[in-house]
């Protein structure tokens, strides 16, 4: 176990909808990324947020979304949801300084589009 | 732009024997972290090890050991006495910090490591 937690588990929507992920992080961690992870890839970065303000993203579109609060959840909202949009969604929380600022990883939620 | 290379898809060995997983990374950068991050079957992603490139001494944590070699930008793991529990896909992942309190991680495709009975 990391402490991250994750919102919901699984997920099935619909093409065109829109979703919103959870996530949980450590106490103290005030860094979130979130990854798209299709079957057999690895993660790929979407943003991150330090300080609840988005501080890089990765080649994704404008309708992928976040937010970041003070109690250290945050969270991911997709617009307009495609069927590519399918994969597994991961969160990871990092404290802003110390060893490598390594990241520790939440489950996951799995999305499914049709 | 970095780019993280794993070039085994699949690795199979038997329990108790040692195995070795490859990454290569491109980057122009002189300053960040390497890291090995191990994903079980539906379970959570977690951390294996992790190297500073700053640092010669190859990292180890038990039955796990990098040979990171900096300029030719080679970063493998080493599973020693392989177990049963060592199955999982495993990603290597290079990071940079962008800002305070921000950076920048780039995963590999992974390779899928069984081990047999």
């Known amino acids: 176990e990391t402490g991250v937690t994750q919102s919901p588990t699984h997920l099935i929507k619909t093409r065109g909808q829109q979703v919103t992920l959870r996530c949980s992080s450590q106490s103290g961690h005030n860094t979130v990324s979130w990854y798209q992870q299709a079957l057999g890839q690895g993660p790929q970065f979407i943003f991150q947020?330090?300080?609840?303000?988005?501080?890089g993203r990765g080649n994704f579109p404008p309708r992928f979304s976040g937010l970041q609060f003070p109690n250290y959840s945050s969270e991911l909202n997709v617009n307009a949801l495609e069927l590519d949009d399918s994969a597994l969604y991961l969160c990871a929380s990092s404290l802003p300084s110390g060893k490598g600022n390594t990241q520790y990883f939440g489950p996951g939620t799995r999305l499914t589009v049709l | 732009a970095q780019t993280v290379t794993q070039s085994q898809p699949e690795m199979s060995v038997q329990e108790a024997e040692t195995v070795t997983l490859s990454c290569t990374y491109d980057t122009s950068e002189n300053n960040y972290y390497l890291f090995w991050y191990k994903q079980p079957p539906s379970r959570q992603m977690i951390l294996v090890i992790r190297q500073e490139a700053y640092k010669q001494q190859n990292a180890t944590e038990n039955r796990f050991s990098v040979n990171f070699q900096k300029a030719a930008k080679s970063f493998s793991l080493k599973i020693s006495d392989s177990q049963l529990g060592d199955t999982a896909m495993y990603f290597c992942?290079?990071?940079?910090?962008?800002?305070?309190?921000?950076?920048?991680?780039?995963f590999g495709t992974g390779t899928r490591l069984k081990v047999l009975a």
């Open positions: 992942a290079f990071m940079k910090q962008t800002g305070a309190g921000t950076y920048k991680y780039i």
């Open positions: 947020y330090y300080r609840e303000e988005e501080n």
